[in-house]
């Protein structure tokens, strides 16, 4: 079984930082993909960054502001989360594609909260 444990997240002021961090852990061959969504009250899950074999791709609303990076040796993600906006408000969840069938796992999640 595979296990994703996030860590990061918290309350901050408008224009502040955050960083999140994902391990992912437990019985894995090879991780395709690792990132983030976010879903925030009464909306759905939606995407937030994603880095696969070195490519990074980004939602238009982060772009510019916030980096994904992965540490492959110790199969972590991380999102460096800068000029946070109360928009940014949500809970975020890590997110890994992980084996040959590439099964999707997820976080528990993270609460980020940004006060304006």
């Known amino acids: 079984q595979v296990q994703l444990v996030e860590s990061g997240g918290g309350l901050v002021q408008a224009g502040g930082s955050l960083r999140l961090s994902c391990r992912a852990s437990g019985s894995i061959l090879s991780i395709n993909a690792m990132g983030w969504y976010r879903q925030a009250p009464g909306k759905e899950r939606e995407l937030v960054a994603v880095?696969?074999?070195?490519?990074?791709n980004y939602a238009d609303s982060v772009e510019g502001r916030f980096t994904i990076f992965r540490d492959n040796a110790k199969n972590t993600v991380s999102l460096q989360m800068n000029s946070l906006e109360p928009e940014d408000t949500a809970v975020y969840y890590c997110?890994?594609?992980?084996?040959?069938?590439?099964?999707?796992?997820w976080g528990q999640g993270t609460q980020v909260t940004v006060s304006s």
């Open positions: 880095i696969t074999s070195g490519r990074t």
């Open positions: 997110n890994a594609v992980i084996g040959p069938f590439k099964r999707n796992y």
